[in-house]
């Protein structure tokens, strides 16, 4: 039988990360790109460029950001 005291420090003891990222828009605009691609394969090949010009930024900016953040908290 496990009694309080052993169940609360083993809570304790899980990892926790120093510090989340903070949310950002990219995920939105890297799901937009992608509704783009698939409709552009569809309609027409000019969609398909737009979208995968927003996924290729989407991506550069959502990873610069991130390093960026990394650096800040350093």
Request: net charge neutral; charged share 20%.
């Amino acid at each position: 039988m496990i009694n309080p005291v052993d169940k609360q420090e083993e809570q304790e003891n899980f990892a926790k990360p120093q510090k989340l990222p903070e949310p950002t828009y990219w995920p939105f605009f890297l799901a937009l790109g992608l509704i783009f691609l698939m409709w552009g394969i569809v309609t027409s090949w000019l969609i398909s460029l737009a979208g995968f010009v927003l996924i290729v930024y989407t991506l550069l900016k959502w990873i610069n950001t991130l390093r960026n953040e990394g650096r800040e908290r350093n």
